[in-house]
């Protein structure tokens, strides 16, 4: 049984496949804590309704910075909740040095396309545009650049002539669904297991 902490901004819905894939038993996890630096997150009503503890990140001003001390504070209710690997799930700031080396080759993302390619915002738009035949998701972990890190896992999907930005964000949503829970369990294999926080569990 591993710990999980969720980083997310918006809808969450990539946390509720989580979910479900700890309730099916198809992931041997808990969700620890869920931390998101936008109050009015969906994300945040999900856990709630499922009993798991929520903090906000307060950053401040900053739209889209991650301050230090942002990232300090989120590592230390990480660790302070036993959280062993750390999930971004549609969380939208760069995370930096401080919440890195608090959990190094611990923290994974998902991103909605085939990295290298269209890294950064609204990668599925992005694919439109840019006429792609062929889009999907990856997830890897993080490192200090934007949607870098090492990949762990790809799903691909067509992208169709009559696709919209959002039809194929939808067709990329189902496969992030059934990968990114997977990857977390295979990565969570590799993982050496950590020291219970004081006071134990
Ligand atoms: C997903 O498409 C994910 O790839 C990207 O942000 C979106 C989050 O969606 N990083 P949700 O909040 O999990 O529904």
Redesign the pocket.
């Known amino acids: 049984m591993i710990f999980l902490g969720i980083l997310?901004?918006?809808?969450?819905?990539?946390?509720?496949a989580i979910m479900d894939a700890i309730a099916s038993e198809q992931l041997n996890a808990r969700i620890a804590i869920v931390l998101s630096d936008n109050p009015d997150a969906y994300?945040l009503e999900r856990a709630a309704q499922n009993g798991i503890p929520t903090r906000i990140i307060d950053c401040g001003d900053y739209r889209t910075r991650f301050p230090e001390e942002a990232q300090r504070e989120t590592a230390r209710q990480l660790k302070e909740a036993g959280v062993e690997l750390v999930c971004?799930?549609?969380?939208m700031r760069l995370v930096k040095a401080p919440l890195l080396e608090a959990f190094p080759s611990r923290i994974l993302?998902?991103?909605?396309s085939l990295l290298p390619a269209y890294p950064g915002m609204m990668?599925?738009e992005q694919a439109v545009t840019d006429g792609a035949t062929e889009s999907g998701?990856t997830v890897h972990l993080v490192d200090e650049g934007m949607d870098t890190g090492p990949i762990l896992a790809q799903a691909r999907v067509p992208v169709l002539p009559d696709d919209t930005a959002a039809t194929l964000?939808q067709r990329?949503?189902v496969e992030?669904h059934r990968l990114y829970p997977e990857t977390i369990a295979n990565h969570a294999a590799t993982l050496e297991p950590q020291l219970p926080p004081e006071g134990g569990r």
């Open positions: 997310g901004s918006g809808s969450g819905s990539n946390m509720q994300i971004l799930a549609g969380f993302n998902i991103h909605p990668a599925w998701c964000h990329i949503q992030e």
